[in-house]
């Protein structure tokens, strides 16, 4: 009786099997060292600034900072940025930005990344125009510097020695990277259709990969690579493009649509690198994914009203160009400083282009946990080439 039963139910016997597997794989899972990378290596634009932009020419104004830090620190939010759970998710210290000259300490790694950078060379950069002068290649040519200099350092010895990586940091820290909305809006905002900015998607991607791959042959292994958000849910382009068709959770489509195509050349480009560089471990991040579920499923993370900007003035978006965070403004004769909402941690936009702290922390948690990434890995384990 008990046989016969037992074989009427074979699929079980397989959905039995298919348990012990699963609970063995993952049995080995957790028995692999958590990662300790002695360092980070940061690339990037806004998303990724703590105070590289700020250093160079200035800071954001007050409020910029005040959930977390209680001064502005140069990042683009109300406190922590992504980068900041991911270093304090090894343990390591805020990075310190490598324009930073003042009271800066490398030694578990360097941030490049500035406000405003493109990967392309932009034409018209900061003060009078509107882009970082550091793109992305700027940052390599910096990043190889700081590489030969802190040799010259190390050799030397004394206490400038104790503020730089150990030589052997370089090859195992890990390499991350936020940059490419910049070179998309700079079309949006200098008048080009979507279509003539779609055309220019193959060669920022080519741009890209070039960047990773002479950064690799300095020495550098595990390659942290978030794609682009979706720009569409931004109130900067929602409030400046307003008869763009929206989705069903209000996102401007069309520009969206710009981010999905710039996400899948760098998937498919950063599948070829991963064969171009066997010694790598190349993970594609999809920050496109964490930061649209907050718009997707407000609730479900404790947001409300998530394309309204916290810290900004004017409109159904609480969003205007000449009215930005921190802004002094002229309202009918009377002046009055564009300040933050009551309470940015129930918001996602924090000035109109960048996400609160309370968002970030959130997508944070997303892309950690392996969900999102290509191949499928937590943060914690990226340093280990055989789940890769
Ligand atoms: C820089 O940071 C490292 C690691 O946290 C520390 O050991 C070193 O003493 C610091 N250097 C200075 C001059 O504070
Ligand atoms: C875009 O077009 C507007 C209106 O024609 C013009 O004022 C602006 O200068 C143009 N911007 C660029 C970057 O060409
Ligand atoms: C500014 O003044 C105009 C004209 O009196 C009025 O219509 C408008 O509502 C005022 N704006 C604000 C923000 O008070």
């Not at 008990?2 to 699963?22: D, G, Q, R």
């Not at 993952?26 to 700020?54: E, H, M, Q, V």
């Not at 741009?207 to 794609?227: C, D, E, Q, V």
């Not at 929206?246 to 996102?251: A, Q």
Request: with cysteine.
């Amino acid at each position: 009786m008990a046989l016969i039963e037992f074989l009427n139910h074979i699929p079980i016997v397989s959905l039995i099997a298919l348990i012990l597997c699963t609970t063995t794989s993952t049995a080995r899972i957790f028995t692999t060292k958590n990662c300790d990378f002695p360092a980070i290596f940061n690339f990037g634009a806004s998303n990724a600034d703590t105070g590289g932009l700020a250093a160079a020419f200035r800071a954001p104004p007050w409020p910029y900072g005040q959930t977390y830090f209680h001064r502005s620190t140069g990042r683009y939010s109300d406190g922590r940025i992504i980068l900041d759970f991911i270093a304090q998710n090894f343990g390591l210290p805020y990075l310190s930005p490598y324009l930073n000259s003042l009271g800066s300490n490398f030694t578990h790694g360097a941030s490049f990344a500035t406000f405003g950078s493109t990967i392309r060379i932009p034409n018209s950069v900061m003060p009078y125009g509107r882009f970082s002068p550091f793109s992305l290649s700027i940052q390599f040519i910096q990043f190889r510097d700081f590489i030969l200099k802190t040799k010259i350092i190390r050799d030397q010895g004394g206490v400038l020695a104790t503020l730089i990586p150990k030589e052997d940091y370089f090859s195992k820290a890990l390499y991350t990277f936020d940059i490419g909305q910049n070179d998309l809006t700079s079309g949006f905002f200098g008048n080009a259709t979507i279509q003539e900015v779609i055309v220019t998607i193959p060669d920022i991607v080519n741009k890209f990969i070039g960047i990773i791959k002479n950064i690799y042959y300095l020495g550098a292994r595990s390659f942290w690579i978030h794609n682009t958000g979706p720009i569409g849910c931004l109130s900067l382009i929602l409030a400046n493009f307003p008869s763009t068709i929206k989705d069903s959770y209000g996102c401007a489509k069309e520009y969206n649509e710009v981010s999905q195509y710039f996400n899948s050349k760098l998937k498919e480009a950063l599948n070829q690198l991963r064969k171009d560089l066997p010694l790598a471990t190349i993970i594609y991040v999809d920050i496109y994914s964490a930061k649209y579920s907050l718009f997707q499923n407000p609730k479900k993370y404790g947001f409300e009203f998530p394309h309204v900007t916290c810290c900004g003035y004017g409109g159904k978006y609480n969003y205007d160009d000449h009215a930005l965070c921190g802004q002094t403004i002229n309202i009918n004769g009377t002046k009055k400083v564009v300040g933050s909402c009551k309470n940015p941690s129930t918001r996602v936009i924090w000035d109109g282009t960048h996400y609160t702290e309370a968002a970030n922390k959130i997508i944070f948690d997303q892309i950690s946990s392996g969900v999102l990434t290509d191949p499928p890995i937590s943060l914690n384990l990226v340093c280990h080439k055989k789940f890769t």
